[in-house]
């Protein structure tokens, strides 16, 4: 350790307080951001992914449960996240999805907001689910091996993640990310930022005709929210 970074407890604070004034702008500046982010236009998504009848493009997935369409994959809610995670095939799995795969919290704080996030692979689901499994990973994930949706939606053979909204059965996408995109994301509040809704909290800058209500109140312990 470089001696010269030692230095006393005022100058240390000093040092500290004018770093803060710069996180503090980011802060801000990252606030900004998420406004911006939740007027965006968005797309109806059906045909090959562009405009269409607006039901989800027809993509079929298949699950634990059997073939499901991007609409179930709502699984009843207004908005859904979806992470493409890279799929090597085989023994091989990535290890940067796998990492961010480790870090997204529990899904009931971003149920509360009306928002589910669920996982596709261009797999097949006899090898995601024992890779799942070995990872103790409770998030939905699907396989989209047959179908055009990682194309359609940026990911192609790499990762991705897109944010969509439902209004009754029209599917709409309202956000893509990928690379660096990715890596800061993890905690609900991150994931919610990325919405059109976003955390649906009065402080927000938003749209009037979003749903808003006071901060810190819709918070719960993980299982003590209703169903």
């Not at 009306?114 to 396989?143: N, Y």
Request: net charge negative; with cysteine.
């Amino acid at each position: 350790m470089n001696s010269s970074q030692v230095v006393s407890a005022q100058e240390w604070q000093a040092a500290r307080e004018a770093l803060l004034v710069k996180e503090k702008e980011h802060t801000r500046a990252l606030d900004a951001l998420a406004a911006e982010r939740r007027r965006m236009p968005m797309v109806r998504v059906g045909g090959n992914g562009g405009e269409g009848e607006g039901d989800g493009g027809g993509y079929v997935f298949e699950g634990p449960d059997g073939p499901v369409s991007l609409l179930d994959l709502f699984d009843g809610r207004r908005q859904l996240i979806v992470y493409s995670f890279m799929w090597l095939g085989g023994d091989t799995f990535c290890s940067g999805c796998s990492m961010f795969t480790d870090n997204i919290g529990h899904l009931s704080h971003l149920h509360a907001r009306d928002t589910s996030l669920v996982l596709v692979s261009r797999g097949p689901l006899a090898e995601i689910i024992p890779f799942k499994e070995r990872m103790g990973w409770t998030i939905p994930w699907f396989s989209s091996l047959g179908n055009d949706f990682n194309d359609d939606m940026g990911a192609g053979d790499g990762f991705a993640l897109n944010v969509f909204l439902r209004d009754g059965d029209t599917v709409y996408r309202t956000y893509f990310t990928a690379g660096r995109g990715v890596e800061r994301l993890g905690s609900g509040w991150t994931f919610l930022d990325l919405t059109p809704l976003g955390r649906q909290e009065t402080w927000e800058d938003s749209p009037e005709d979003r749903p808003q209500g006071r901060p810190y109140e819709w918070w719960r312990l993980h299982d003590e929210y209703e169903t």
